[in-house]
Structure formats: C-alpha cells, structure tokens
C-alpha cells in the first residue's frame, strides 16, 4: 500500500529493528596504547638488565636494574603517550 504524496508523515516513526545475531566478537585483553607502553617499558628493563649484567656479571643485580627503570617508565610513559 502506497503512502499518498499529500498526507503528513507519521509522528512516531516505526522503531529501528534488532540486529539478527548478537555480535560474537570478544573485545580484546588490551588496548593498543597499553600494549605499547608495556612493550616500551619491557625492552627499556630488558636493556638496563642485560647491560648491568655485562657490566657487572651479576644476576640479581641485573634483575633489579631491569625491573625498577622497567616499572619507572611506564608509570612515565603513560602520563606521556596520550
């Protein structure tokens, strides 16, 4: 049945339909700003780690000198990267 071109539109618009399947796609685990500030922190710890071990041939030493700066900068890469 045709609408006649003369008469008002109607005030209540037929609703929006529903989608026929809900979306199945599972958001992700993080975002890409996350990921990429701990991928920076990570290999800025790495770095600090491997040249204080080659430095002083220590493991636990190189452990904590990797691990802290590691922490530092992604405390400070997230107030940066924005």
Known sequence: MAR???????THPDPPHAPAT????????LSQRT???LFMALCAGI?????????KRSYPEAVIAGVLP???CAMGLHNVVG
């Open 35 to 37: 990921a990429l500030i």
């Open 22 to 29: 809900a979306p199945t796609e599972n958001p992700a685990l």
């Open 4 to 10: 006649d071109p003369h008469s008002p539109l109607p």
């Open 47 to 55: 770095g600090i780690g491997v040249l204080t071990f080659l430095a």
């Open 70 to 72: 590691a922490g530092a």
